[in-house]
């Protein structure tokens, strides 16, 4: 496969500026770089699935047919049997009311004529994947990595030679994220194409193959993966790799956790349990975070991390158990920040009414915002549009804004940085941890990344296969 002089536009701007790119059967190409220079246009530039709104040219040539980009329809016969898409949000591509078996059989070119064959398949390719005993399940009670490999099912089981995967290791754990890397091995290896794009350069060195960097819709660099991101040519990629959590090197960077015995806990969490979907996700668990601490829930996908974090926020009733909280928390000064930032903001509202109703009911001076605007790289008029009309990394950090402004005495961040890049969320995480520090705020993150939990807190909470009932946190 071969992409020839691909360009994307949108009012006469220039998203995507690529002159060529060749695809190769058993070499995968993945394609990293920072929030908004091109990646995901450029996948969906291939697919023929861009906005309306936007404008594609060029050439793709398959199998011996060079197809018009500028066609959105002329590559729909190709979708299924030839080119797939895994979705960046498995769990939202997936229809809701239909089980996972059911949704892969769909996929199979004779599902019209003989669905039982069909569904002997389907759950022969679950089965292959580990997922053999939630062919029956529904979407909404499968793990992040368990969507993410039934998405995989349902994407190739019609044939598709070529795979293009957009960010599929969001929001996975490091186990989850190792099977995710073993089956798109699997499609290179048995002469697949791959073309993967991702934030995260420890599945770019895991697939290895071909890499390119983005920025601002060109490609500053490409080459073997293991040349690329040990040895980089550009200072962009240079700057990239600086930015991996492991790497970072901060004042607020401290190995010890202050003392936390000169008062009561801000919050304290006794016997605990809690049973979700039919799943126990804690039993008789015990935990408390004192002032200035930096605590990080851990765990694989599905062990309760959140559930957890909400059950301390008391957003969650315990089966058994109690939870208190230090009368510091109150009036504002115990914040959240949503995995899902679209939750923190009313959809028909704009976000500058918002921060004003923020900074009139708590009295703020607006110099307040002005200044961590500044300090995130926002620009003030992103304020006048609606949620729904920025990027969910601006509306992740706009959150954290708000956030900050109440000068929180807790903070619990669910997964705060899973839709930033590397750079942007260095520069985040930076600007948050500065905050925290200057006001001795507490810190509860919930993470995938380890080597992120290991630079901004002190102490972990496992959860799941890493602890067993009845285990207490320090």
């Not at 009012?11 to 220079?37: H, R, Y």
């Not at 115990?334 to 009414?353: C, M, V, W």
């Amino acid at each position: 496969m071969r992409l020839f002089d691909l360009s994307v536009t949108h009012a006469g701007n220039v998203l995507v500026d690529v002159s060529g790119l060749d695809f190769e059967p058993g070499v995968p190409v993945t394609i990293v770089g920072e929030s908004g220079s091109g990646k995901s246009l450029l996948a969906h530039a291939i697919m023929g699935t861009l906005p309306d709104t936007l404008r594609a040219r060029g050439g793709l040539a398959v199998d011996g047919h060079r197809y018009d980009l500028a066609d959105r329809a002329n590559r729909r016969r190709l979708w299924g049997p030839v080119m797939a898409l895994l979705p960046q949000e498995p769990g939202l591509a997936l229809d809701p009311t239909m089980r996972a078996q059911e949704q892969v059989a769909e996929g199979v070119a004779s599902f019209a004529s003989d669905k039982n064959a069909a569904r002997r398949s389907a759950g022969a390719l679950l089965a292959s994947l580990g997922l053999g005993h939630a062919a029956g399940a529904f979407p909404h009670t499968l793990s992040g990595g368990m969507a993410q490999r039934v998405a995989f099912a349902a994407a190739t089981i019609g044939g598709a030679r070529v795979l293009i995967a957009d960010e599929p290791s969001k929001g996975l754990d490091r186990r989850a994220r190792a099977e995710l890397a073993e089956i798109l091995t699997r499609h290179v290896d048995g002469g697949g194409i791959l073309l993967t794009i991702t934030h995260d350069l420890d599945l770019a060195r895991e697939l290895g193959g071909h890499v390119l960097v983005m920025k601002d819709a060109h490609v500053l660099e490409q080459g073997p993966a293991l040349h690329v991101l040990t040895d980089p040519a550009h200072p962009y990629t240079r700057r990239l790799l600086a930015a991996e959590p492991a790497r970072w090197k901060y004042s607020w960077m401290r190995a010890a956790a202050p003392a936390t015995d000169t008062g009561a806990p801000l919050i304290s969490g006794k016997g605990l349990t809690k049973t979700l979907g039919g799943q126990q996700l804690f039993t008789d668990f015990s935990v408390s975070v004192g002032a200035g601490e930096r605590v990080s829930i851990s765990g694989p996908s599905g062990s309760g991390k959140t559930t957890l974090g909400n059950v301390l926020l008391r957003l969650l009733p315990p089966d058994n158990g109690y939870v208190e909280h230090s009368g510091t928390l109150r009036g504002g000064r115990l914040q959240k920040l949503y995995q899902d930032p679209a939750l923190a903001f009313a959809s028909r509202i704009r976000l500058g009414d918002s921060f004003r109703d923020v900074l009139r009911r708590h009295r703020l001076e607006p110099d307040r915002l002005e200044e961590l605007m500044a300090s995130l790289r926002l620009a003030p008029a992103l304020l006048q549009r609606m949620p729904g009309q920025v990027s969910g990394g601006e509306l992740q950090r706009l959150a954290i804004i708000r956030s900050m402004l109440l000068e929180p005495a807790l903070v619990f961040a669910d997964e705060p940085t899973s839709r930033l890049d590397l750079i942007t969320q260095e520069e985040t995480i930076s600007c948050l941890m500065d905050r925290v520090e200057r006001l001795g705020s507490a810190l509860l993150l919930v993470t995938h990344d380890e080597a992120l939990a290991d630079a901004v807190t002190h102490r972990r909470i496992p959860l799941g296969l890493d602890v067993g009932a009845g285990a207490a946190a320090p």
